[in-house]
């Protein structure tokens, strides 16, 4: 699949940096100014509760939402003046469901093989490739509406990787799964990053899924950034155990004060109407 794409000698520029960016609707300002710069293969953590201003960060990255003010640089390229070339250069996984439950996962890879643009040649090879990378060679030619959850979303990472980005964004990658598929999603995760090179940036308002994969993380409530580092740096700096605490720290509220289910579906409908 892959061939190694991890950093070569002397590369420093960043595979993601954001300076200032921001994004208000009407006088809702949802990301304050944040900045931060990844280093290519570093798995980074955007954390906070719901309505902390993650997915709209990525939505702004991946060229989906125009950013208010500041900039955003993705593989060098700029996400407003370059944005055909982020793209390209660009996997991402949705918080909401995005393969269709009445394809085969066989036909929903296809149908991404074609935006993507592989060669007619490649495409079936490709597929069943990443298909196997993600334990899905046996459920090819059945319909994504007979999946779990779990599966549904390996095969949403599946479409994400086809074209073999070197940049990854998963929104939530984990969101409603139970303990042991949460696991086999972690594993993936951190197999593309160790094995592939494939810089990924996620969000998450779990913990212990940041601590699990994330080299990096930056901490946002009401739309800022109030610190980012290694789990364990922060841990230290807080003289705290656990990334909860630290979170609660850095804050001065736990991870679960972001608001309701309710709450977050509001706010995400005003943005779309907004936006």
Known sequence: MYKNQAA????????????HLTRRFGSFTAVDAISF?????????????????KSTTIKMLTTLLLPTAGTGRVNGFDIVRQ???VRRVIGYVPQMVSADGNLTAFENLLIFAKLYGIPRAERRERIMEVLAFMGLS???????????GGMIRRLEIAQSILHLPPVLF???????LDPVVRRSVWDHIFTLNTEFGVTI???????EEAEELCQQVAIMHQ????????????????????????????????IQEGGTYRDAARARRTARRLG
Do not use: C, Q
Not at 141 to 148: N, Y
Not at 170 to 176: A, I, Y
Not at 235 to 254: P, Q
């Open 223 to 254: 739309g800022r950034v109030v610190t980012l580092g290694a789990p364990a740096d922060l841990k230290a700096t807080a003289g705290v155990t656990t990334l909860d605490e630290a979170f609660a720290h850095f804050t001065g509220s736990s």
């Open 170 to 176: 998963l929104d939530e990658p984990t969101v409603g």
């Open 201 to 207: 940036l996620l969000t998450t308002h779990y913990m």
């Open 138 to 148: 046996d459920m090819a030619g059945v319909l994504v509406r007979k999946f779990s």
């Open 83 to 85: 944005s055909v070339d």
């Open 37 to 53: 710069s990844v280093l290519p293969g570093t798995i980074f953590g955007l954390l906070g509760p719901n309505g902390a201003g």
């Open 8 to 19: 070569g000698e002397g590369a420093v520029r960043p595979a993601l940096e954001a300076v």
